[in-house]
Every structure is written in structure tokens, then in C-alpha cells.
């Protein structure tokens, strides 16, 4: 098994278990904690011009902090190249960040999220980039219920190297 098979595995059984233990628990059922998953087009960009457009999903555990801050670790791995002759892309990211926020009405956040993460990218035209970079981006929050949120956001990736990867998510959340 590959160390990012390993470490989504590891995220989807903690997110597993630590919904279960919410189900039977006698605490409050917000602690603060949330899972969400997002379809993820990213853009990879050469400095020569070139571009892929891998489909990929996003999988993100975070932990609320205080009501305008929250905590994240984040996965993203490709699931779909686009399979370009020029140029084929794919990648792999995970990193951690912080993500400040602001309700704009009961229902409804700005977000951006900052953060360290670890990118291998591979492309046909570029070769492989792997290494450490900052990731930004920002986004909106609404909710559906309590519980269940959605999210539309735009992330940078990763920009270095003569390489960018950066694109939009749509996600869907669950508070636990």
C-alpha cells in the first residue's frame, strides 16, 4: 500500500470512528469537529505554457478552535486524468492549515485557509515536482442543516518550480 492509499485510509477510518462515537456519546453533539469531501478540477500549469486538468478529490478533517478560526488537515489525489497527448498531469497533496473566518449571516461564512503542505506532481511535459510549499485560498460556507454545509472554494496548490497547481472545490461538510 502506498503511503497516500495509507494515509486516506487512515483519515476515512478516523472520520468513521470518530462518527460512530458521536452516535453514542452523552456529550453535546458539535464539538467543533467536521469532515469534508470536494470534487476538485485542478489546473496544472507549466512555465512553457502548457496545461492538464486533472479531476481529483479533496478530503479535509478539521477542528473548530473558536468560532472565527478552525484547524485542517487536507488530502487531495487525482482521480480522473484528462489524458491530453501534450501534456497529462496528475498530483498528490496533503498539508495542514488554518482557516479564519467570518459569518456573513447565520447560515452563510468567508473563509480563506493558509497553510504548509506537500505536493508530488506529475507531468508528462514537466517531469515529476515534489516538495514543500505554502497553500492558499479562500471560499464560501453555507449550511444546509445544523450538520450537513456546503462549500464552494479556490485553492493554490502549490507554485514553484516553474509548475502551478491551483483550482476551484465544491464540498460537502458534516459537523460531528
Not at 496544472?44 to 485542517?72: C, F, Y
Not at 485557509?113 to 515534489?130: C, F, K, P, Q, W
Not at 462549500?151 to 458534516?174: E, F, P, T
Request: charged share 20%.
Amino acid at each position: 500500500m502506498t503511503p497516500h492509499r495509507l494515509l486516506a485510509a487512515c483519515i476515512l477510518t478516523t472520520l468513521g470512528a470518530t462518527a460512530a462515537q458521536a452516535q453514542t456519546s452523552i456529550y453535546p453533539s458539535d464539538v467543533g469537529y467536521y469532515g469534508e469531501v470536494a470534487y476538485t478540477p485542478i489546473e496544472l500549469k507549466v512555465d512553457g505554457g502548457e496545461t492538464s486538468n486533472p479531476q481529483a478529490m479533496r478530503l479535509i478533517v478539521g477542528k473548530e478552535i473558536h468560532k472565527n478560526w478552525a484547524v485542517e488537515a487536507m488530502y487531495t489525489t487525482t482521480v480522473s486524468k484528462d489524458n491530453k497527448t501534450l501534456f497529462d498531469g496528475e498530483i498528490t497533496h496533503y498539508g495542514i492549515a488554518i482557516k479564519p473566518k467570518v459569518a456573513l449571516t447565520d447560515s452563510t461564512e468567508l473563509f480563506a485557509r493558509v497553510g504548509l503542505s506537500h505536493s508530488n506532481i506529475t507531468a508528462t511535459t514537466g517531469g515529476e515536482r515534489t516538495g514543500a510549499d505554502v497553500s492558499y485560498g479562500m471560499g464560501l460556507q453555507t449550511k444546509f442543516t445544523p450538520a450537513i454545509y456546503g462549500q464552494v472554494d479556490y485553492m493554490n496548490y502549490y507554485h514553484k518550480d516553474g509548475i502551478r497547481a491551483q483550482g476551484y472545490g465544491i464540498s460537502l461538510g458534516y459537523r460531528f
